[in-house]
């Protein structure tokens, strides 16, 4: 599936290059090439799910980041190369891997959004995170569109 911000993000604001991100909700789907792409996830607090992540042999030439299984399934290693999201409902308590990993919180609610705007607020602020972390990170500072001003 392909996603793009739209009306959720001023995307002038930003310099990332990236407009639409394809969403994968199967890892093994992804080939070797497509590994050193991958700039975000939104994960739940198991580690079962990293298996696999980043497999040897997916290289990004221009940074040079490399999949080492022994490293890039341990997850504070995975999110300083990548942008974690974790979600949890409100009346949940919050998962002590937030802090552990370094991953953006993302609350839901199961009550009814009548005319609050919640959803929209989150999802922009979702965009925000996301676009921040590819125009400051080093792995996807080359993705960047040189500023005008």
């Known amino acids: 599936m392909t996603i793009a911000p739209n009306s959720f993000l001023n995307s002038t604001k930003y310099q990332s290059a990236f407009r639409k991100f394809l969403v994968y909700d199967d890892i093994t789907q992804l080939t070797p090439e497509q590994w050193p792409h991958v700039c975000a996830a939104i994960v739940s607090d198991e580690l079962w799910q990293f298996d696999g992540w980043f497999p040897p042999g997916s290289v990004d030439r221009a940074t040079g980041f490399q999949g080492e299984k022994e490293k890039l399934t341990q997850p504070s290693v995975l999110f300083d190369n990548i942008c974690g999201f974790l979600p949890y409902f409100e009346e949940d308590v919050q998962s002590l ?17 009548k005319g609050g705007g919640a959803h929209i607020r989150q999802a922009s602020e979702f965009w925000e995170h996301l676009y921040n972390f590819l125009d400051t990170h080093p792995r996807f500072r080359h993705y960047c569109l040189p500023t005008t001003e």
């Open 97 to 113: 891997r937030l802090k552990e990993w370094r991953v953006k919180p993302v609350v839901l609610t199961r009550r009814a959004m």
